[in-house]
């Protein structure tokens, strides 16, 4: 395991159960995870009964197969081996040594925090390699389900907003929205503000923020204007 996984794991698990701890109070029963990795944010909210839909997005075609292989046994949960995005079509994804940045943004290589994990990994760059995956959209999926009281976790380094453009019309039945917030400049055309402002449009305000243990990001949580 690479040091940089070995400092960040059991913070991640800490962030995790943070968010976990004030998501099970929500008024949800279903639960959407775009960027599903490993199974860290979909593992604890397995814990919530009321819930009973889980569906788990991941492009990485090896951290997609110990995904399929840790909860493909559970039938409340469907895994789907796609990149969420705007539109329906095929896009290169870039691979990164660490795992949890790969992404279909553009890097910006002169951020300060991907010198930092570049350090940690002993490289000169994050980038291993890349290939194309298939792409869809919340729309189009979800377009025959009815998605009140559903959790939407969006977690695609600097992808965030392309997701959010392909689910306009389930944004007007979807209650929660966690995405992540990345400080810096780590992705190019990638602006948070863009993000709120979008989905104030659709009714939504900002609830929560969990700031990561080294704060270099937060995970923040919108919800529905007219929910207490």
Known sequence: MPLIEKIFNPLSSFHHERIFMYLKKLDIDKVIDIGAH???FLEKMLKIEKVKSFYAFEPQKDIFDDL???????????L??????????????????????????EVNENSLYLKL??????????FVNEYEVKTNTIDNLFKDINLEKTLLKIDVEGYEM??????????????????????GNHYKNNNFDDIKNLLLKYNFVVSKKFIFPTMHYQDVLFKKNNLF
């Open 80 to 105: 789907y081996n796609y990149a969420v995005d705007k539109e329906i079509t095929n896009k290169m994804l870039q691979i990164n040594k660490l795992s949890t940045t790969s992404s279909l943004a």
């Open 68 to 78: 399929n292989k840790k909860f493909s046994r559970d039938n409340r949960i469907a």
């Open 117 to 126: 994990k570049n350090f940690l990994t002993r490289s000169k760059s994050n």
């Open 38 to 40: 490993k199974g860290e």
């Open 162 to 183: 392309n997701v959010i453009n392909g689910s306009k019309m389930k944004l007007k039945e979807i209650s929660y929205i966690v995405i992540e917030n990345q400080f």
